[in-house]
Each structure stands twice: as structure tokens, then as C-alpha cells.
T-cell receptor, first 115, second 114 residues
Framework: AQSVTQLDSHVSVSEGTPVLLRCNYS??????LFWYVQHPNKGLQLLLK??????LVKGINGFEAEFKKSETSFHLTKPSAHMSDAAEYFC?????????????FGRGTQLTVWP | DSGVTQTPKHLITATGQRVTLRCSPR?????VYWYQQSLDQGLQFLIQ???????AKGNILERFSAQQFPDLHSELNLSSLELGDSALYFC?????????????FGPGTRLTVL
């Protein structure tokens, strides 16, 4: 069963407009959730993480995400896109339990920012 | 810079060959993880080591093996290479691996099998 579903493979926005990258997860335990970003030819950088504290999580570069258990969602938002935000974004879940050490990655959302 | 280093950055080899990828975790991290990123499979967990011992296994082929040494660096060995093994291989490290730690990723090794 898919653990993480990123609902859009590509998102395009204009610079200065809001960004919404959608993610749904499945987990039998209380999950830890992450968003990572991958710029071209670069490694994965952690944007933010949720580990059962506040449901609204603030990350780097103005990004934030809200954990909604009732909707099993963890959408990533940013009020105003910048050209430098163009990259691939991965929603990631650590399901806990017997798979504690293992991260499950979504297929990624490619964000394009138009000038 | 995450503090995780991987060598080499690029590797080009032929089918049937064997290669070794190396990873040095962040200072103080005891767990090392290996992931494979390919176009068709996306990012997949391969294996985790914690303080020298195998902790968890994912979608790792029998032709692949890994180990973590006493100084905590890790190596991923890929043998009898096939065209389909061409991918980006990431190493990550975390503090313990006994709780849902944040995993910090290295820059990756891009393997091309010709």
C-alpha cells in the first residue's frame, strides 16, 4: 500500500504568488512527516518536519505545512514564491513501529516558478 | 551542507562489474541509511545500519550489500551490475535510529552502468 501520495507531479506558479504542494499519507502509527527539497544536481535538504508537537510546522525559506490527521494530509505552503524555490519537493513519512528507521518517499512534485 | 559526505560523486562502469560507494555520516550520528533514486522507482530505502549492525532492510537486491565500520563510515557494494542499476545513490545519517530522527542526506553518488 502506498504510504505517501503527492497529488501533483508538477506545479507551476508565478513569482510572488502562493505555493501549495499537496501530500496525503497512510500510517498505522502516529507518523513523523517531513518535506525535503532537491535542487537540480543536488542532494536532499530538509525543509521541515512534524513529530506530534504543533500541527502547524514552520520550516526554512518561508515554507510551512499543516498536519491534519482527519484528512491524513500534510500539505506544504508558502505565501509568496521566489524564483529560487524552483526544485523538486518530496513528502516523506516515517511510519514508525516495525519500520522505524525507514523513510517512505512520495514520487515528488516539480515546482516551476515563472518570472 | 548536511555534514554527510559521499564518494565518489560520479561513477561510470560497465555491466557485470562491481563498485563500492562510500559514506561518512555526520559527526556523532550512529545510524546510516542507503537510498536509491531512479526515474522509474523514485526514492527507495535500501538498508539501515546502526552502530555497526544491520537494523532494517528494504528493497535491496541480493547483488547489493552494505556494511558499517567501527569508525561509523559505511560502504555500499554493488556487484554484477546491470543497466537498470543506474541511479543516484544517497546516504543519510541520523543521531540514533531508535526513534523517528531526522535523516540528513549526503549529495549522492550518480552511478551510470553502460
Amino acid at each position: 500500500a502506498q504510504s505517501v501520495t503527492q497529488l501533483d507531479s508538477h506545479v507551476s506558479v508565478s513569482e510572488g504568488t502562493p505555493v501549495l504542494l499537496r501530500c496525503n499519507y497512510s500510517s498505522s502509527y502516529s507518523p513523523s512527516l517531513f518535506w525535503y527539497v532537491q535542487h537540480p544536481n543536488k542532494g536532499l535538504q530538509l525543509l521541515l518536519k512534524y513529530t506530534s508537537a504543533a500541527t502547524l510546522v514552520k520550516g526554512i525559506n518561508g515554507f510551512e505545512a499543516e498536519f491534519k490527521k482527519s484528512e491524513t494530509s500534510f500539505h506544504l505552503t508558502k505565501p509568496s514564491a521566489h524564483m529560487s524555490d524552483a526544485a523538486e519537493y518530496f513528502c516523506v513519512v516515517n511510519r514508525g513501529g516495525s519500520t522505524l528507521g525507514r523513510l517512505y518517499f512520495g514520487r515528488g512534485t516539480q515546482l516551476t516558478v515563472w518570472p | 551542507d548536511s555534514g554527510v559526505t559521499q564518494t565518489p560523486k560520479h561513477l561510470i562502469t560497465a555491466t557485470g562489474q562491481r563498485v563500492t560507494l562510500r559514506c561518512s555520516p555526520r559527526s556523532g550520528d550512529l545510524s546510516v541509511y542507503w537510498y536509491q533514486q531512479s526515474l522509474d522507482q523514485g526514492l527507495q530505502f535500501l538498508i539501515q545500519y546502526y552502530n555497526g549492525e544491520e537494523r532494517a532492510k528494504g528493497n535491496i537486491l541480493e547483488r547489493f550489500s552494505a556494511q558499517q565500520f567501527p569508525d561509523l563510515h559505511s560502504e555500499l557494494n554493488l556487484s554484477s551490475l546491470e543497466l537498470g542499476d543506474s541511479a543516484l545513490y544517497f546516504c543519510a545519517s541520523s543521531e540514533s535510529g531508535r526513534k523517528p530522527d531526522t535523516q540528513y542526506f549526503g549529495p549522492g553518488t550518480r552511478l551510470t552502468v553502460l
